[in-house]
Nanobody, 117 residues
Protein backbone atom coordinates (compact mmCIF):
# COMPACT_ATOMS: atom_id res chain seq x y z
CA UNK A 1 0.00 0.00 0.00
CA UNK A 2 1.46 3.29 -1.11
CA UNK A 3 1.38 6.20 1.29
CA UNK A 4 2.57 9.75 0.83
CA UNK A 5 2.28 11.72 4.04
CA UNK A 6 2.88 15.45 3.93
CA UNK A 7 3.73 17.57 6.92
CA UNK A 8 5.09 20.99 7.74
CA UNK A 9 2.28 23.19 6.52
CA UNK A 10 0.80 25.95 8.61
CA UNK A 11 0.28 29.66 8.99
CA UNK A 12 3.17 32.00 8.34
CA UNK A 13 3.54 35.72 7.82
CA UNK A 14 4.50 37.20 4.48
CA UNK A 15 8.26 36.94 4.01
CA UNK A 16 8.52 33.92 6.24
CA UNK A 17 9.64 30.38 5.53
CA UNK A 18 8.27 26.88 5.79
CA UNK A 19 9.70 23.46 5.09
CA UNK A 20 7.35 20.80 3.85
CA UNK A 21 8.14 17.11 4.12
CA UNK A 22 6.63 14.13 2.35
CA UNK A 23 7.36 10.68 3.74
CA UNK A 24 6.77 7.90 1.23
CA UNK A 25 6.21 4.22 1.79
CA UNK A 26 5.15 1.24 -0.25
CA UNK A 27 6.93 2.26 -3.42
CA UNK A 28 10.41 2.28 -4.92
CA UNK A 29 11.25 5.72 -3.66
CA UNK A 30 14.80 6.00 -4.97
CA UNK A 31 13.69 5.57 -8.57
CA UNK A 32 10.50 7.59 -8.30
CA UNK A 33 10.20 11.08 -9.64
CA UNK A 34 8.89 13.13 -6.75
CA UNK A 35 7.10 16.43 -6.93
CA UNK A 36 5.20 19.14 -5.15
CA UNK A 37 2.07 20.69 -6.56
CA UNK A 38 -0.33 23.18 -5.10
CA UNK A 39 -3.94 24.17 -5.45
CA UNK A 40 -5.36 27.46 -4.32
CA UNK A 41 -9.11 27.96 -3.79
CA UNK A 42 -10.89 28.26 -7.10
CA UNK A 43 -7.79 27.47 -9.10
CA UNK A 44 -6.37 24.44 -10.84
CA UNK A 45 -3.62 22.37 -9.32
CA UNK A 46 -0.25 23.63 -10.52
CA UNK A 47 3.30 22.41 -10.52
CA UNK A 48 5.65 23.75 -7.89
CA UNK A 49 8.73 21.59 -8.35
CA UNK A 50 9.84 18.09 -9.19
CA UNK A 51 12.98 16.10 -8.56
CA UNK A 52 14.13 12.97 -10.34
CA UNK A 53 15.34 9.84 -8.64
CA UNK A 54 18.85 11.00 -9.46
CA UNK A 55 18.27 14.33 -7.77
CA UNK A 56 17.76 16.66 -10.73
CA UNK A 57 15.28 19.40 -9.78
CA UNK A 58 12.86 21.27 -11.95
CA UNK A 59 10.88 24.34 -10.88
CA UNK A 60 7.92 26.22 -12.16
CA UNK A 61 9.17 29.61 -13.32
CA UNK A 62 7.32 31.50 -10.61
CA UNK A 63 8.93 29.39 -7.88
CA UNK A 64 12.54 29.69 -8.99
CA UNK A 65 14.78 31.36 -6.46
CA UNK A 66 12.36 31.07 -3.54
CA UNK A 67 11.62 27.36 -3.33
CA UNK A 68 14.06 24.46 -3.12
CA UNK A 69 13.14 20.82 -3.57
CA UNK A 70 15.36 18.09 -2.21
CA UNK A 71 15.16 14.43 -1.35
CA UNK A 72 16.71 11.96 1.06
CA UNK A 73 16.52 8.51 -0.45
CA UNK A 74 17.71 6.92 2.79
CA UNK A 75 14.66 8.36 4.55
CA UNK A 76 12.22 7.99 1.63
CA UNK A 77 11.42 11.65 2.08
CA UNK A 78 11.16 14.64 -0.22
CA UNK A 79 11.29 18.20 1.05
CA UNK A 80 10.21 21.61 -0.14
CA UNK A 81 11.95 24.58 1.44
CA UNK A 82 9.88 27.69 0.86
CA UNK A 83 11.38 31.10 1.53
CA UNK A 84 10.13 34.65 1.08
CA UNK A 85 6.57 33.43 1.16
CA UNK A 86 3.84 35.62 -0.26
CA UNK A 87 0.08 35.62 0.35
CA UNK A 88 -0.37 34.25 -3.18
CA UNK A 89 1.52 31.14 -2.10
CA UNK A 90 -1.47 30.23 0.05
CA UNK A 91 -2.71 26.84 -1.13
CA UNK A 92 -2.93 23.17 -0.33
CA UNK A 93 0.40 21.61 -1.21
CA UNK A 94 0.39 18.06 -2.51
CA UNK A 95 3.17 15.52 -2.75
CA UNK A 96 3.37 13.40 -5.89
CA UNK A 97 5.28 10.25 -6.76
CA UNK A 98 5.41 8.84 -10.24
CA UNK A 99 7.26 6.45 -12.44
CA UNK A 100 6.75 6.22 -16.17
CA UNK A 101 8.62 2.92 -16.21
CA UNK A 102 6.51 1.27 -13.53
CA UNK A 103 3.43 3.26 -14.56
CA UNK A 104 2.31 4.71 -11.29
CA UNK A 105 1.24 8.17 -10.18
CA UNK A 106 0.36 8.69 -6.51
CA UNK A 107 -0.77 11.70 -4.52
CA UNK A 108 -0.64 12.61 -0.88
CA UNK A 109 -3.56 14.07 1.01
CA UNK A 110 -2.15 17.58 0.99
CA UNK A 111 -1.02 20.05 3.60
CA UNK A 112 -2.38 23.57 3.97
CA UNK A 113 -0.03 26.53 3.70
CA UNK A 114 -1.46 29.92 4.59
CA UNK A 115 0.57 33.09 4.21
CA UNK A 116 -0.83 36.16 5.91
CA UNK A 117 -0.10 39.67 4.72
Amino acid sequence: QVQLVESGGGLVQSGGSLRLSCAASGLRFSISDMGWYRQAPGKQRELVATITGGGTPHYADSMKGRFTISRDNAKNTVYLQMNSLKPEDTAVYYCNAKSSFFRYNYWGQGTQVTVSS
